[in-house]
């Protein structure tokens, strides 16, 4: 398994604001995505983020509005860039190692409100 | 549509009685199926993982069961406690040229009461 924390845990953001969400992992994993589960949902992957190089999204999610970094193997932050109250959701990273994707474990979430 | 379907959609049942989750789904090809508990503010943690030819599989009160041929899965707990009232998560992974996709439903949210 794998131990992650996700910070802020919770945020409520004013509309046309950015929040960055940090994943941090315990040790090196190879692959970590980032995901959104709004309310009375499944969860939705928005994108894989690659190690020294860009994430790649989903389909109906792109760079501008969720930019992402992974500077290297245990850290990666989501940023929700000018956000509306349609953006109010739980983000949640989560990551697998070496190239097994199908086993993956989930940070705790960040419970994001858009007022 | 989604293609993975749940139900019930909630629950309600009183402490130390069974219940029984069901999921449905239509995606391929099949690679396994799992199912997550989330509690509130957790994410969600894996339960038990099931491939094409297990039909059941067990951890502790938590008894999934698989039918490949319809395509259809249960979460059975038995004995309940408070503390398993979370949402539980049906995930079917599948497999192709592209890799392996997790497909989530909607989760079923149980509640157990004195």
């Known amino acids: 398994s794998a131990v992650i924390s996700q910070k802020p845990s919770r945020d409520i953001c004013q509309r046309g604001t950015s929040l960055t969400i940090q994943c941090q992992v315990d040790?090196?994993?190879?692959?970590m995505f980032w995901y959104r589960q709004q309310p009375g949902q499944s969860l939705t992957l928005i994108a894989t983020a690659n190690q020294g190089s860009e994430a790649t999204y989903e389909s109906g999610f792109v760079i501008d509005k969720f930019p992402i970094s992974r500077p290297n193997l245990t850290f990666s932050t989501l940023t929700v860039s000018n956000m509306s109250p349609e953006d109010s959701s739980i983000y949640l990273c989560s990551v697998a190692r070496g190239q097994n994707t199908d086993t993956q474990y989930f940070g705790p979430g960040t419970r994001l409100t858009v007022l | 549509k989604n293609q993975v379907e749940q139900s019930p959609q909630s629950l309600i049942i009183l402490e130390g009685k069974n219940c029984t989750l069901q999921?449905?789904?239509?995606?391929?090809?099949?690679?396994?199926l799992r199912w997550y508990k989330q509690d509130t503010g957790r994410g969600p943690v894996s339960l038990t993982i099931m491939t094409f030819s297990e039909n059941t599989k067990s951890n502790g009160r938590y008894t999934a069961t698989l039918d490949a041929d319809t395509k259809q899965s249960s979460l059975h707990i038995t004995a309940s406690q408070l503390s398993d009232s979370a949402s539980y998560i049906c995930?079917?992974?599948?497999?192709?040229?592209?890799?392996?996709?997790?497909?989530f439903g909607k989760g079923t949210s149980l509640l157990v009461t004195p």
């Open positions: 999921c449905n789904y239509t995606v391929s090809p099949f690679s396994n």
């Open positions: 040790s090196q994993v190879t692959m």
């Open positions: 995930v079917v992974t599948t497999n192709s040229n592209s890799g392996y996709a997790l497909n």
